[in-house]
């Protein structure tokens, strides 16, 4: 997740143009308010993408979970793998758990769809 976290964010604040840093640093404003009040503000909607993104890939991280966890400290997609078995696979439980997986996710996108597109065509024009 760090990778492309980084990647999204960089690029973002790249684009914010130095200029408005110099103007607040001959305003006398420290590097941690320009960050807050500047850098933040402008950089949101590339913030806001690498944290969907990033909740969405730790969401659903199947590998490092099934490996990683105890039996009583399951994930939610372990713990949807967790039904099948060697002579049945009920099919009914895997699709409601599911359901309730994909759930938080998509509840999570509508809410900040607006950053979402924001900050994914945040390169596409100039």
Do not use: H
């Not at 130095?18 to 009040?37: D, K, N």
């Not at 993408?49 to 730790?58: D, K, L, T």
């Not at 590998?63 to 009920?90: H, I, K, N, Q």
């Amino acid at each position: 997740n760090l990778p492309i976290v980084v990647w999204i964010c960089a690029d973002q604040f790249k684009s914010v143009p130095v200029e408005l840093a110099e103007a607040a640093r001959l305003e006398g404003a420290s590097e941690f308010t320009i960050f807050w009040r500047l850098y933040l503000p402008l950089g949101a909607p590339g913030v806001a993408v690498s944290a969907i993104f990033s909740f969405i890939f730790s969401w659903n991280e199947l590998l490092y979970a099934l490996v990683l966890t105890r039996s009583d400290t399951y994930t939610a997609p372990v713990a949807a793998t967790s039904f099948m078995s060697g002579y049945e696979l009920p099919w009914g439980e895997i699709m409601a758990t599911g359901t309730m997986i994909v759930l938080p996710v998509i509840i999570f996108a509508m809410i900040v769809s607006r950053q979402l597109v924001r900050g994914l065509t945040m390169g596409a024009t100039k």
